[in-house]
Structure formats: structure tokens, C-alpha cells
């Protein structure tokens, strides 16, 4: 048997490991693709234009970039708060295309090199939470930069896989 202080210690540590997992299951994560139109470093803020109001593809169905937000429709521009700097946990995060994060230093300037990477000529998926209150209505949580049509090609010849490669490029 643990001694008492062990146990509280135990006790303890197991409340503070599950308590992030808590907090995100109470939280309602929302997914879009959109156009990058902007990054305001000074206010925190990054502008797009909603292409889909939800995400296709292996995102959609409410997994990791979440549900369609309600009332966002194709075409509207609106802004995201970021949090550009701080603990991979807390700060909004860019991932590439090949799902690392463009921006492991979790500082303001890092942040900034990872949205310059962000592509403005396709469309990348927002993934984002409503705020309780002031504008912006939605703080943004993750953007995910999807591999455009050459990418998945060369990466599916690659992975030997040239048949499906090929198949994708016939019309």
C-alpha cells in the first residue's frame, strides 16, 4: 500500500494529466477551408474567405478540424483572433502539408515565418472555436496546409503506390 502523501501526489497528477483531455471535450471545435487574405500581427488576427463551410475529405465528419460552424456560409470573409506564441497546447498551430508544425520555436516571429508559408493559391482547413465573448467571433486553434494535387502524385509514387498516382491524373 502507497503511503498517504504518495497517494494524494498520485491523485494529483492523474487530475492534472486529464484535465486538458476534459477542457477539450467541452470545447466546440469548428472546420472550414478558406483562402488565407491576411495576417495583422498587431491585433492577432488572420483574414480569410470561407470556400466550404465545412471540410472534405478525411477532416470532415467533426474529427480533427471539427463540425461546420452554423451560419458560415461559402464566400464570407471574416477574421480568426490567433494566439501566435506560447506552448504547442495553447498557441495556434500551422501544420504542413506532410503534418508537422511549421513553427516549433512557439515564439511571435516563428509564428509569423509559418503563416508566410501558408499557400494563398488553395484553399488550407481553419480549425477553429467560438469565443465567449468580443470580436472576433473565433479564435483560431490549428490551420492545416493540405497537399496540393502534385504533391499527393509524387508523394503516392513514392510510397510505390503509381498505379493510384496514375489514376488520379487520368481524366
Known amino acids: 500500500m ?11 497528477l492523474a487530475c492534472v494529466a486529464l484535465a486538458p483531455a476534459a477542457l477539450a471535450a467541452d470545447a466546440k471545435r469548428y472546420g472550414a477551408e478558406g483562402l488565407l487574405l491576411g495576417y495583422d500581427e498587431a491585433r492577432s ?3 480569410v474567405k470561407i470556400t466550404s463551410p465545412k471540410v472534405s475529405g478525411g ?13 458560415l456560409a461559402s464566400g464570407t470573409e471574416l477574421e480568426f483572433e490567433v494566439v501566435p506564441e506560447g506552448s504547442v497546447l495553447r498557441r495556434t498551430v500551422i501544420k ?10 512557439g515564439t511571435t516571429e516563428g509564428f509569423k515565418n509559418a503563416v508566410a ?11 477553429f472555436e467560438a469565443k465567449p465573448a468580443g470580436e ?9 496546409i493540405r497537399m496540393s494535387p502534385e504533391e499527393l502524385q509524387k508523394r503516392l509514387r513514392e510510397l510505390g503506390l503509381a498505379e493510384e498516382a496514375d489514376a488520379a491524373d487520368a481524366p
Open 2 to 12: 502507497l503511503p498517504a502523501s504518495l497517494m494524494r501526489l498520485t491523485i494529483t
Open 45 to 47: 488576427v488572420i483574414k
Open 59 to 71: 477532416f470532415g465528419s467533426g474529427g480533427i478540424a471539427g463540425k461546420p460552424a452554423p451560419g
Open 96 to 105: 504542413a502539408s506532410k503534418g508537422g508544425g511549421l513553427d516549433n520555436s
Open 117 to 127: 508559408a501558408i499557400p494563398t493559391d488553395r484553399a488550407v482547413v481553419f480549425s
Open 136 to 144: 472576433p467571433q473565433y479564435v483560431l486553434r490549428m490551420v492545416q
